[in-house]
């Protein structure tokens, strides 16, 4: 994305709180109408970046930019960007229609029409016909719509959303994740979502920002941050990954051959730009990339293992396999409906094998 | 439930709960039996039940001066100590301040220190700088002595409920001011009647101030010190304590009962 049709632009902005640097020099453009989201375990700096944007952090240094506009100085009731909290932050002394209009009062509407207003909102909210019913009476799911209803009904340039679903349990958390996203491009704003939670990223982003200890490690299309992820913090905290050590033995059409303690020769396109023969490197390889077999499968890009343990998940299993020379066990998935019989017979012979590219060279020293 | 570990009854802790109460009431309650008794000396065996003393009470010109004294000085009072009370609360509990303790400390310090000596450095003050003594000087006092009970009522209140509430409001669109309107006094409102009614009851209670700092109009209390050395009046001081300790009961019960919500405002708004 060039910086022209960048709608929120956020240039070396640093926070400090005291001595503690919360946000290390953050550089980010996100486009018109883009679900964006940050994800991180708890204290990487995605709320605070979060909250600058909407205004209850100052900047420490550094600039944000929402839609062309600087907003130093600017106190959040002027900027043109609305936040569903954590804690939903729902009036608990004002009925759902009082919530729901609350930002109205200077536009100065007549009764009717800002009833209309909140109607159409409950009726995109799914929530019709629950007007009067007080703060205290809603349910968890019910207060984030109505929160989320709040916020829309000023149509803002920006929706800020921290954690919204993290309250909710599992099933209702996947059904407003649907929800949530077919709101986003039936309203088409831009929409800036915090998350700890890798699975809802990748479900609902358009492109996710990996941060940690204040920093971005990638900002990426879910597609990219799993298969190419750029370093081993990203490749471990996307998803599960198996990492190996490896020595580059050629480098041919970007095609590199490693040879890789435990496997054997690998071959791989999904390399660093930079990455010379002789160089000792860390491939990684996604467990699903990975197929178990019982039977020697001939041929090459393959290695023998022993399988020693299996967890059962429902839909999938992950096998863990020993290889002589690699320290940590290697985890495969595999659907069910291919399943490997016999898990209670452990510590038996298996072979693993995978096909070209199926590796990612993530760094070298 | 009751035999749970937490609620079960506790025998000793029962009597001693009973013990406290007659310490703590039974005097008290001296007042309001001698008030009926048809005698003007204080002494068992009682002689009889009249309403005398209360009707007597009616007729007296000053006690009603001194009344709308009192009521005058306790209003505004009530409506300056809660205000103050509301800004400190908020200061405290929503600024990260330096030196949040000691400023706290600071602000209560009017609860230990002697009501002699407040008194006493006020009058030298007041005179210093020329003021008359008047009951605007012992407003002036008793808002100082009320400030730490209208503080420790709404800071509970204030602390009660979540930040993000008021953040949502500016997200919104509202200022501070209109914030506070909208959201803030809303939801501390239970808290700032409580703080009405108890600093009214302190300041219409006050004695000590209003001694040293009012000029020729005297509060109730000053009444009733003014009266005691005259044993025929005694019965009626008895009736009008009596009334006074009523009305003195039924005010901070109510404020209490108004603010029972005080802790549980975060579980409202979550």
Redesign the interface.
């Given at each position: 994305m060039t910086q022209n049709d960048a709608f929120i632009s956020i240039r070396n902005v640093n926070k400090f709180f005291g001595n503690f640097q919360a946000i290390n020099d953050v550089s980010l453009d996100i486009g018109h109408g883009e679900f964006f989201s940050l994800l991180g375990s708890s204290g990487c700096g995605k709320t605070t970046l979060l909250r600058m944007l909407?205004?209850?952090e100052s900047v420490s240094s550094g600039e944000i930019y929402i839609d062309g506009q600087p907003m130093s100085g600017v106190?959040?009731?002027h900027r043109p960007?609305?936040?569903v909290?954590?804690?939903y932050?729902?009036?608990?002394?004002l009925n759902v229609r009082d919530n729901i209009a609350?930002?109205l009062?200077?536009l100065k509407l007549t009764r009717a029409k800002r009833n209309d207003m909140v109607d159409e909102m409950l009726e995109l909210i799914k929530l019709p016909g629950y007007g009067d019913r007080k703060?205290?009476q809603l349910s968890g799911g019910q207060r984030q719509r109505i929160?989320l209803a709040?916020?829309l009904i000023?149509r803002p340039k920006v929706l800020l959303l921290d954690e919204p679903l993290g309250a909710l349990d599992k099933q209702l958390r996947e059904q407003m994740q649907l929800e949530l996203r077919e709101l986003q491009r039936t309203v088409g704003i831009t929409f800036v979502f915090v998350t700890h939670d890798q699975e809802e990223a990748l479900t609902l982003s358009d492109r996710i920002a990996v941060m940690s200890n204040g920093r971005t490690l990638q900002v990426d299309t879910p597609t990219r941050l799993y298969e190419a992820p750029v370093n081993r913090e990203v490749a471990s905290f996307i998803g599960t990954m198996n990492f190996f050590g490896g020595t580059v033995m050629s480098i041919t059409d970007g095609n590199a051959e490693i040879d890789v303690v435990g496997l054997g020769k690998v071959v791989t396109k999904n390399t660093t730009p930079d990455l010379k023969s002789g160089q000792t490197v860390c491939i990684a390889v996604r467990p699903e990339k990975l197929t178990l077999t019982e039977a020697d499968p001939a041929g090459s890009n393959q290695a023998r293992g022993q399988l020693d343990n299996a967890a059962y998940l429902g839909d999938r299993s992950h096998y863990y396999v020993s290889i002589e020379g690699v320290s940590q066990p290697v985890v495969i998935s595999a659907q069910n409906r291919q399943r490997v019989e016999g898990k209670a017979e452990m510590k038996r012979p298996v072979w693993l094998s995978w096909g070209n590219d199926a590796f990612v060279v993530l760094e070298h020293s | 439930m009751s035999d749970t570990y937490i609620k079960r009854a506790n025998r000793p802790l029962q009597f001693y709960a009973v013990v406290f109460l007659i310490v703590l009431y039974v005097p008290v309650l001296f007042l309001p039996l001698f008030s009926f008794n048809d005698s003007i000396y204080v002494k068992f065996p009682l002689k009889g039940f009249t309403f005398q003393w209360y009707i007597e009470l009616l007729d007296r010109e000053p006690v009603w001066e001194s009344l709308m004294n009192s009521i005058k000085v306790g209003v505004t009072t009530s409506i300056i100590a809660t205000g103050f009370g509301v800004l400190a609360a908020k200061a405290i509990t929503r600024y990260r301040m330096p030196g949040r303790g000691p400023v706290v400390g600071f602000i209560m310090l009017p609860l230990v220190v002697p009501g002699i000596i407040f008194g006493v450095a006020l009058l030298v003050l007041v005179s210093r700088m020329g003021i008359p003594l008047s009951l605007y000087t012992v407003t002036i006092g008793h808002v100082i002595v009320c400030l730490p009970f209208a503080i420790a009522t709404l800071i509970p209140r204030f602390e009660g409920?979540?930040k993000?509430?008021e953040?949502?409001?500016?997200?919104?669109?509202?200022?501070a001011w209109?914030t506070f309107w909208?959201?803030t006094f809303?939801?501390v409102f239970p808290g700032i009647m409580a703080s009405l009614l108890l600093t009214f009851t302190v300041s219409f209670d006050e004695f000590i101030m209003a001694f040293f700092l009012s000029g020729a109009d005297a509060t109730l209390p000053m009444y009733i010190w003014g009266q005691i050395r005259f044993p025929q009046a005694f019965p009626s001081i008895l009736a009008l304590a009596s009334v006074i300790l009523l009305v003195s009961f039924i005010l901070v019960f109510l404020g209490q009962w108004i603010n029972r919500g005080a802790q549980s405002?975060s579980l409202?708004?979550?």
């Amino acid at each position: 994305m060039t910086q022209n049709d960048a709608f929120i632009s956020i240039r070396n902005v640093n926070k400090f709180f005291g001595n503690f640097q919360a946000i290390n020099d953050v550089s980010l453009d996100i486009g018109h109408g883009e679900f964006f989201s940050l994800l991180g375990s708890s204290g990487c700096g995605k709320t605070t970046l979060l909250r600058m944007l909407a205004g209850f952090e100052s900047v420490s240094s550094g600039e944000i930019y929402i839609d062309g506009q600087p907003m130093s100085g600017v106190p959040p009731h002027h900027r043109p960007v609305n936040m569903v909290f954590q804690s939903y932050a729902i009036f608990p002394h004002l009925n759902v229609r009082d919530n729901i209009a609350y930002g109205l009062r200077k536009l100065k509407l007549t009764r009717a029409k800002r009833n209309d207003m909140v109607d159409e909102m409950l009726e995109l909210i799914k929530l019709p016909g629950y007007g009067d019913r007080k703060a205290n009476q809603l349910s968890g799911g019910q207060r984030q719509r109505i929160a989320l209803a709040r916020s829309l009904i000023l149509r803002p340039k920006v929706l800020l959303l921290d954690e919204p679903l993290g309250a909710l349990d599992k099933q209702l958390r996947e059904q407003m994740q649907l929800e949530l996203r077919e709101l986003q491009r039936t309203v088409g704003i831009t929409f800036v979502f915090v998350t700890h939670d890798q699975e809802e990223a990748l479900t609902l982003s358009d492109r996710i920002a990996v941060m940690s200890n204040g920093r971005t490690l990638q900002v990426d299309t879910p597609t990219r941050l799993y298969e190419a992820p750029v370093n081993r913090e990203v490749a471990s905290f996307i998803g599960t990954m198996n990492f190996f050590g490896g020595t580059v033995m050629s480098i041919t059409d970007g095609n590199a051959e490693i040879d890789v303690v435990g496997l054997g020769k690998v071959v791989t396109k999904n390399t660093t730009p930079d990455l010379k023969s002789g160089q000792t490197v860390c491939i990684a390889v996604r467990p699903e990339k990975l197929t178990l077999t019982e039977a020697d499968p001939a041929g090459s890009n393959q290695a023998r293992g022993q399988l020693d343990n299996a967890a059962y998940l429902g839909d999938r299993s992950h096998y863990y396999v020993s290889i002589e020379g690699v320290s940590q066990p290697v985890v495969i998935s595999a659907q069910n409906r291919q399943r490997v019989e016999g898990k209670a017979e452990m510590k038996r012979p298996v072979w693993l094998s995978w096909g070209n590219d199926a590796f990612v060279v993530l760094e070298h020293s | 439930m009751s035999d749970t570990y937490i609620k079960r009854a506790n025998r000793p802790l029962q009597f001693y709960a009973v013990v406290f109460l007659i310490v703590l009431y039974v005097p008290v309650l001296f007042l309001p039996l001698f008030s009926f008794n048809d005698s003007i000396y204080v002494k068992f065996p009682l002689k009889g039940f009249t309403f005398q003393w209360y009707i007597e009470l009616l007729d007296r010109e000053p006690v009603w001066e001194s009344l709308m004294n009192s009521i005058k000085v306790g209003v505004t009072t009530s409506i300056i100590a809660t205000g103050f009370g509301v800004l400190a609360a908020k200061a405290i509990t929503r600024y990260r301040m330096p030196g949040r303790g000691p400023v706290v400390g600071f602000i209560m310090l009017p609860l230990v220190v002697p009501g002699i000596i407040f008194g006493v450095a006020l009058l030298v003050l007041v005179s210093r700088m020329g003021i008359p003594l008047s009951l605007y000087t012992v407003t002036i006092g008793h808002v100082i002595v009320c400030l730490p009970f209208a503080i420790a009522t709404l800071i509970p209140r204030f602390e009660g409920f979540d930040k993000s509430v008021e953040e949502a409001s500016a997200d919104l669109g509202e200022n501070a001011w209109w914030t506070f309107w909208r959201i803030t006094f809303p939801m501390v409102f239970p808290g700032i009647m409580a703080s009405l009614l108890l600093t009214f009851t302190v300041s219409f209670d006050e004695f000590i101030m209003a001694f040293f700092l009012s000029g020729a109009d005297a509060t109730l209390p000053m009444y009733i010190w003014g009266q005691i050395r005259f044993p025929q009046a005694f019965p009626s001081i008895l009736a009008l304590a009596s009334v006074i300790l009523l009305v003195s009961f039924i005010l901070v019960f109510l404020g209490q009962w108004i603010n029972r919500g005080a802790q549980s405002g975060s579980l409202e708004s979550k």
